[in-house]
């Protein structure tokens, strides 16, 4: 007797079936749906035949999309929580790195094509870094999704070479910053803004977001909760250590206190705005970094020899936590990581930088060996 093209399940009272949906399970085998009808064996088959032409229909749709149209879509779904300047340097490197691939088809896309967006930007190897991390996630995500196979994560991605990479090695405020910082002619928003940043080891977005609600003066401390991103206030800092409360050192207290305490809402906004622009920020700083040189003997009307060059707001931070390592043991690298809102692994970094410039390794192993 001929096999029945659908079975029928007695408890539930329905015909079924089970039907091949186009994708894969995690051991590489046809992955199946189930479909049924309670009313007939021939509704059941109207109900596998829509379902089939809607799943070719959506195969050829992706089998088409291109590698460009898919990186779009993956930003704006797999990236769309993740921090602006996140996004923004992956929307970058799609924009910029892989303009030459971005009409070939996502499932003709090759190793080949990896390795020459990493060539075409050889003499750049941060960008290169960059263009690893963006190229494996997004074909990652294609390969989740099984528009892709398994085996593209073996072909496509392995076996990339990149040029060295040395990440810079940061530095805090020279003596000679340090000198034009104390001496330079600022107004009492610039001088606030650099007192934050060197007194307090402040994210620049972090200051930018301040009230004067966020200082406790009685206490002397200032709360950190909320962060200043290209114009706008997001509730919240970086990350979960971000929100902390900061000791203020006197010598802070003296330099902003009136002027925090004169504020209205936002202590650092634009002309006429709650809060500061991009652009206004940007100049604020270049003034900022205008006025330190002017106070090193340069002359903008001569337009001589400028002392002071690329410093920028992270510059403090970094002197902020090298100052607090210097005062260990009587400060541990926990309680600085906590003020930082930082990972204790970045501070002992820092440290071990420090440490290693003190280094004496043969006096050292002679006090040990020597009776």
């Not at 406790?216 to 206030?233: F, L, P």
């Not at 001589?304 to 060059?309: A, C, D, G, R, S």
């Amino acid at each position: 007797m001929a096999k029945a093209k659908y079975s029928f399940n007695e408890a539930r009272k329905e015909w079924y079936t089970l039907v091949y949906d186009g994708t894969l399970t995690a051991t590489g085998a046809k992955h199946r749906k189930r479909i049924s009808s309670k009313k007939s064996s021939a509704d059941l088959e109207k109900k596998v035949i829509a379902f089939k032409q809607e799943l070719s229909q959506e195969t050829m749709q992706l089998s088409n999309i291109t590698f460009g149209e898919y990186a779009l879509q993956w930003l704006n779904t797999a990236k769309m929580t993740k921090e602006m300047n996140t996004r923004m340097m992956y929307q970058s490197v799609i924009r910029s790195c892989f303009e030459e691939i971005n009409d070939v088809p996502l499932a003709k896309i090759t190793h080949s094509h990896f390795q020459k967006c990493i060539n075409n930007k050889i003499d750049r190897p941060r960008t290169c870094q960059q263009i690893s991390l963006t190229f494996k996630q997004i074909i990652k995500m294609a390969v989740r999704e099984h528009i892709m196979p398994h085996s593209a994560l073996e072909d496509v991605l392995m076996d990339i070479s990149l040029p060295k990479y040395q990440k810079a090695l940061k530095k805090p405020l020279s003596d000679l910053e340090k000198e034009a910082l104390f001496k330079a002619e600022l107004d009492d928003r610039k001088r606030a803004f650099v007192s934050l940043l060197y007194y307090c080891g402040l994210r620049k977005g972090e200051a930018l977001a301040l009230t004067k609600d966020d200082f406790d003066w009685q206490r002397k401390t200032v709360s950190i909760s909320k962060a200043w991103v290209q114009g706008q206030i997001k509730p919240y800092p970086k990350s979960d250590n971000g929100i902390r409360i900061i000791p203020l050192p006197d010598a802070c207290i003296d330099r902003i206190r009136l002027f925090i305490e004169s504020s209205t809402d936002y202590i650092f906004h634009g002309k006429n705005k709650p809060i500061m622009t991009e652009n206004a920020y940007k100049r604020m700083w270049e003034s900022i970094i205008c006025s330190m040189n002017i106070a090193l003997g340069y002359n903008p009307r001569k337009k001589n020899e400028k002392q002071i060059v690329g410093l920028t707001a992270h510059t403090f931070r970094h002197n902020y936590c090298t100052e607090l390592c210097y005062q260990i043991p009587l400060i541990s690298t926990k309680e600085i990581a906590r003020i930082l809102g930082d990972n204790e692994k970045m501070v002992i970094e820092v440290y071990s930088h420090l440490v290693e410039g003190k280094e004496n390794t043969y006096t050292a192993i002679n006090n040990v060996f020597n009776f």
